[in-house]
């Protein structure tokens, strides 16, 4: 009966340490879940921020582009105005 009720005292602690573990591994869990899920949120507010940034920086490409293009013209123009301005002058 002696050893019966040994065994019984040491089952009933040895549940309570595993209750124990069960408890604080369940906790890391939560913890961790929410440090995933705050990581994601971040990751998302990243992401919108970057494709953000890359239509304006696409935007301002193509301004450049245009702009350089009537740079490109208006050099050219100049070069026909200022090579008919030497053949009048002859």
Aim: glycine share 4%; charged share 45%.
């Amino acid at each position: 009966m002696y050893r019966c009720c040994l065994k019984t005292e040491e089952d009933r602690k040895n549940l309570a340490r595993l209750q124990d573990l069960v408890d604080k591994l369940q906790l890391k869990v939560k913890s961790y879940k929410r440090a995933a899920e705050e990581a994601e949120e971040q990751a998302n507010t990243n992401l919108g921020k970057f494709r953000k940034l890359q239509h304006e920086l696409d935007e301002a490409e193509e301004r450049a582009d245009i702009a350089e293009s009537q740079v490109n013209k208006l050099r050219a123009k100049s070069r026909d105005v200022g090579s008919k301005k030497g053949h009048d002058e002859e």
